[in-house]
């Protein structure tokens, strides 16, 4: 979602320019200029911020996320974590946005010569961007290649387990192998990291003049919105009942020491331990997945995982054939723990993109790979025995695991129109625009859902009513947005949100989500 008209006006306006008529550039100039006092003065006329829905800290952190661009490349952190893709990009998203704007700042590398290094071809082929998470020493060889992890329910995931063994600082899990924050290793330092990362306008990346870095209140906004994205709760997966029956056997085996033993690692779903409700990380064998493309172009070092910054030679055996003298990589092989809620509908999964479904992902855990692995390791000495589970546990998994992510992208959807309907109802015709972008959201969350019950890997389609009653709801939203009076807008709103809890409804019980006020934000 770009910059609202209104927003867009005021914030020209209180830059001393002249509304934007629809000159997008204009907009991000201008909401670039501004300060962070300017940002919670402006956010303190927003809808959503008179009528109690978000804060203004949260607004004008939302407000440098998506738009702040630090006077460097025209990047912002919603380049690469869109709110209307779940906040990340996949190959998918990047191909229709290149056919649409290719000039988007997401592809400058493609269009600056200065920047030409920035990113590799990896970026439109597999989805992965650049990271030097193990320092700028050698831009043409010390590189790794990741995907970009979603920034759904940070609140609930970043505070690390020592019992991992792993250093401190970093005082928080960022990144996937939790230390891809630079300084005290924190989520409010995280974008200090970014800015140097990807936004520069040349790759000596000088501060001052690169870039400028971002002041101590944009910092602390940044990480204010960030924790009040997602969900603010975890579930008890024992009082979770589902209504498919092969769902619920999935629930079961998910959490059967004898069968998928997930919750162990992803206790209730989340990403934190089962034993200390903490995050952790671990040597899966991911980084050697099939299909994980570590360096297509042929000329950098592998991932390594966590630790091991700022060296010149490589410290560990990546590809496991323990030769000493063919070290390959930076860290010690561990990556972090993500939610498994937030990722079912974010493929493809794991930091290279390595797998198309979570089924796919499943079945990784009985392979040799991870199997082989020091995780694995630690799970035979706790039970005795390594993981097995067959075609039927896999499948069922995949089920519970689509009811529980289609649970929170409705309960999402129906925070969204709630908010509508709330602004409908306080504010009619006064700032639609808000009312809008909350409506177009709410559909891509309900859009979420119906990919989720009808995919390919499932041998019957997940709940078919409650997909019926979906179908209805965006019908109605679409009505909404195409309403001449804001009493007809509240009308198809009320029935859409009727149409989405009759389908949520559906799933179970107990599936009950605390929502961050984030999530109105765009």
Not at 207 to 231: C, H, K, Y
Not at 251 to 269: E, I, K, S, Y
Request: hydrophobic share 40%; aromatic share 8%.
């Amino acid at each position: 979602m770009g910059l609202t008209p209104a927003l867009a006006t005021a914030f020209l306006t209180a830059c001393g320019e002249p509304a934007p008529g629809g000159d997008a550039e204009a907009v991000e100039r201008a909401s670039s200029a501004l300060t962070a006092q300017d940002r919670l003065n402006l956010c303190a006329q927003d809808p959503r911020v008179i009528a109690g829905l978000v804060s203004a800290q949260v607004c004008a952190g939302a407000d440098i996320f998506f738009r702040e661009t630090f006077e460097g490349n025209g990047r912002s952190c919603g380049t690469c974590h869109p709110v209307a893709n779940n906040f990340t990009i996949d190959v998918p998203f990047i191909n229709a946005l290149d056919a649409s704007n290719p000039d988007d700042p997401l592809f400058v590398a493609d269009n600056d010569a200065d920047l030409a290094g920035l990113e590799t071809p990896s970026l439109r082929a597999f989805g992965l961007i650049l990271e030097n998470v193990d320092g700028f020493e050698d831009l043409d060889k010390k590189f790794s290649l990741r995907s970009v992890p979603h920034t759904l329910s940070l609140a609930l995931t970043i505070t690390p387990d020592p019992a991992d063994g792993s250093s401190n600082p970093p005082v928080h899990r960022t990144g996937w192998s939790g230390d891809g924050a630079p300084g005290d290793g924190s989520l409010r330092s995280f974008l200090t990291g970014a800015i140097k990362q990807h936004y520069p306008t040349d790759l000596a990346r000088d501060p001052g003049v690169a870039f400028r870095l971002p002041t101590s209140q944009e910092l602390d906004l940044v990480d204010s919105f960030q924790r009040s994205l997602g969900r603010l709760n975890e579930l008890n997966l024992q009082q979770v009942n589902l209504a498919d029956p092969d769902a619920n056997d999935g629930r079961l085996a998910f959490m059967d020491p004898a069968r998928g033993r997930c919750n162990v690692c992803h206790f209730n779903g989340g990403a934190n331990h089962q034993t200390s409700g903490l995050n952790r990380n671990f040597d899966t064998g991911t980084r050697l997945a099939p299909l994980s493309p570590f360096d297509p172009e042929g000329d950098g070092v592998f991932d390594g995982g966590f630790g091991d910054q700022n060296l010149t030679t490589p410290t560990f055996d990546v590809l496991g054939d323990l030769d000493p003298a063919t070290l390959t990589g930076f860290g010690n092989g561990e990556f972090n723990t993500p939610p498994v809620i937030e990722a079912i509908d974010n493929p493809p999964f794991f930091h290279t993109n390595a797998f198309g479904s979570v089924e796919a992902a499943i079945a990784f855990y009985t392979g040799p790979q991870f199997l082989a692995s020091p995780a694995s390791d630690e799970l035979i000495a706790q039970f005795g025995t390594p993981i097995t589970f067959g075609f039927n546990d896999i499948n069922n998994m995949g089920r519970f695991l689509r009811v529980l992510s289609a649970a929170f992208n409705l309960d999402i959807a129906k925070q969204r129109l709630q908010a509508a309907h709330t602004l409908v109802n306080q504010f009619h015709d006064t700032r639609a625009d808000v009312q809008y972008g909350l409506l177009n959201l709410a559909r891509v969350e309900i859009d979420d859902v119906l990919e989720l019950f009808s995919a390919p890997e499932l041998a019957t389609p997940l709940h078919p009513v409650a997909a019926t009653r979906l179908q209805e709801a965006k019908s109605e939203i679409a009505a909404g947005l195409a309403a001449t009076s804001w009493s007809q807008r509240q009308s198809r709103i009320s029935t859409a949100l009727s149409r989405v809890q009759n389908a949520r409804d559906q799933f179970g019980s107990n599936i009950n989500f605390q929502l961050g006020q984030g999530n109105l934000m765009y």
